[in-house]
């Protein structure tokens, strides 16, 4: 499903946040649209869910054209653009994770004979077996929240997966497995998915295709190499390349030697070995 921003602006309170964004999403793919907090990134995923309109220009979402007018079709908008909250929790409801998953499934009218296999099978998805049906979202950890969450949305099975700051609360290891998650859901179920975050370590591991914002303006965008490699522009918009790029530059100045891009770092590590 095409997705384009199209001179988007965005204002509140008389303060322009998003000023004339231009750019199409990598279908099929995971972007990310990075920026230091107050960017305005998280505006611009609201916009594309449907729960923020823009004050000019349009956003176009497959045949859906979204612009300072708000939608009649808002819901058909949601069901193929699906939309975990920063804090997983605030997108919870019931007191069971099957009727939090059946919530979603309810607001889109899904047959209630099918309820238990779209539940069983957004779980699946996010690697939950069913023992988790009965239990209270809200006691779980934070990595078991995210997964919930995400459950939910896959249940409708939406085009678009938009995760506002998905690391918000999870250690490293929980980090980890949210990557090979995203990955595997990409890979297996062709969904376009959009992180919004600022933790570029995260989005390092994991993005295909990274968008930099600015006071509300599109600074840089292109694959996380060429974006990352960039210093200078992350500087100005308040961001620090990744570890594993910052190492790498280092590398390449001192030894004078020509490294390729890598994601992880025990392969760098034997890359600059074998040149030295």
Same mark, same amino acid.
Do not use: W
């Given at each position: 499903?095409?997705?384009?921003?199209?001179?988007?602006?965005?204002?509140?309170?008389?303060?322009?946040? !998003?000023? &004339?964004?231009?750019?199409?999403?990598?279908?099929?793919?995971?972007?990310?649209?990075?920026?230091?907090?107050?960017?305005?990134? %998280?505006?611009?995923?609201?916009?594309?869910?449907?729960?923020?309109?823009?004050?000019?220009?349009?956003?176009?979402?497959?045949? %859906?054209?979204?612009?300072?007018?708000?939608?009649?079709?808002?819901?058909?908008? #949601?069901?193929?653009? &699906?939309?975990?909250?920063?804090?997983?929790?605030?997108?919870?409801?019931?007191?069971?994770? @099957?009727?939090?998953? &059946?919530?979603?499934?309810?607001?889109?009218?899904?047959?209630? @004979?099918?309820?238990?296999?779209?539940?069983?099978?957004?779980?699946?998805?996010?690697?939950?077996? =069913?023992?988790?049906?009965?239990?209270?979202?809200?006691?779980?950890?934070?990595?078991?929240? #995210?997964?919930?969450?995400?459950?939910?949305?896959?249940?409708?099975?939406?085009? !678009?997966? !938009?995760? =506002?700051?998905?690391? /918000?609360?999870?250690?490293?290891?929980?980090?980890?497995?949210?990557?090979?998650?995203?990955?595997?859901? @990409?890979?297996?179920?062709?969904?376009?998915?959009?992180? !919004?975050?600022?933790?570029?370590?995260?989005?390092?591991?994991?993005?295909?295709?990274?968008?930099?914002? =600015?006071?509300?303006?599109?600074?840089?965008?292109?694959?996380?190499?060429?974006?990352?490699?960039? &210093?200078?522009?992350?500087? @100005?918009?308040?961001?620090?390349?990744?570890?594993?790029?910052?190492?790498?530059?280092?590398?390449?100045?001192?030894?004078?030697?020509?490294?390729?891009?890598?994601?992880?770092? /025990? =392969?760098?590590?034997?890359?600059?070995?074998?040149?030295?």
């Amino acid at each position: 499903m095409e997705v384009k921003f199209n001179d988007v602006s965005y204002v509140a309170n008389g303060e322009k946040i !998003i000023n &004339g964004v231009n750019f199409e999403l990598q279908e099929g793919k995971i972007n990310a649209l990075i920026g230091a907090n107050g960017s305005g990134k %998280t505006i611009l995923g609201k916009m594309l869910n449907g729960m923020l309109y823009p004050t000019s220009g349009n956003i176009c979402v497959g045949k %859906t054209i979204i612009t300072n007018v708000p939608l009649d079709n808002v819901e058909e908008l #949601q069901f193929n653009v &699906g939309y975990v909250y920063q804090l997983a929790e605030n997108q919870f409801f019931c007191e069971t994770v @099957k009727d939090e998953i &059946g919530f979603e499934l309810n607001r889109f009218s899904y047959r209630k @004979k099918e309820y238990d296999k779209h539940i069983s099978d957004a779980l699946k998805m996010v690697g939950l077996s =069913d023992e988790y049906l009965n239990r209270d979202p809200f006691s779980l950890s934070s990595g078991e929240k #995210q997964k919930v969450a995400l459950a939910s949305i896959l249940s409708i099975n939406p085009e !678009i997966i !938009i995760l =506002d700051e998905p690391t /918000n609360g999870l250690d490293y290891q929980d980090k980890l497995n949210l990557v090979r998650l995203l990955k595997k859901i @990409k890979r297996r179920y062709k969904k376009t998915i959009v992180i !919004i975050s600022c933790d570029v370590e995260f989005v390092h591991l994991l993005a295909d295709y990274i968008f930099v914002i =600015d006071n509300g303006k599109l600074a840089i965008k292109g694959d996380k190499y060429t974006v990352f490699s960039n &210093g200078l522009v992350l500087k @100005k918009c308040g961001l620090v390349a990744p570890k594993i790029v910052s190492f790498k530059t280092q590398a390449m100045q001192r030894k004078k030697i020509k490294l390729i891009d890598r994601d992880d770092i /025990n =392969d760098l590590i034997k890359d600059i070995l074998r040149s030295i």
